[in-house]
Nanobody
Framework: QVQLVESGGGLVQVGGSLRLSCTASGRTFSDSAMGWFRQSPGNEREFVAAISWNGRSTNYADSVKSRFSISRDNAQNTVYLQMNSLNPEDTAVYYC?????????????????WGQGTQVTVSS
């Protein structure tokens, strides 16, 4: 079993930045790819970013590419999502997820464990 706890969400103005963190416990974090997804009211949960088990490969949704950056610290069992140039369309609950695999997949089915989510609100 894996427990994932997100933090770092909040209210930010357009153009601002936030850094989300997700700390994992319960199994070998460093063997799994990690991902971030988000969900806004009335919409499906969508892929945001993923990072491979060793941090050497990343994957981003087109909507966040060049603005968001995913990274991980295996010594701290933590994955991060740095979000810059935020806009109102980024408003959502952001979820951290641990993959069954080592590769940085965009597919929801690849992820076996999910955090509770952290709210990000971008005001205009």
């Amino acid at each position: 079993q894996v427990q994932l706890v997100e933090s770092g969400g909040g209210l930010v103005q357009v153009g601002g930045s936030l850094r989300l963190s997700c700390t994992a416990s319960g199994r070998t974090f460093s063997d799994s790819a990690m991902g971030w997804f988000r969900q806004s009211p009335g919409n499906e949960r969508e892929f945001v970013a993923a990072i491979s088990w060793n941090g050497r490969s990343t994957n981003y949704a087109d909507s966040v590419k060049s603005r968001f950056s995913i990274s991980r610290d295996n010594a701290q069992n933590t994955v991060y999502l740095q979000m810059n140039s935020l806009n109102p369309e980024d408003t959502a609950v952001y979820y951290c997820a641990a993959s069954r695999f080592r590769g940085a997949s965009w597919q929801r089915d690849a992820y076996a464990y999910w955090g509770q989510g952290t709210q990000v609100t971008v005001s205009s």
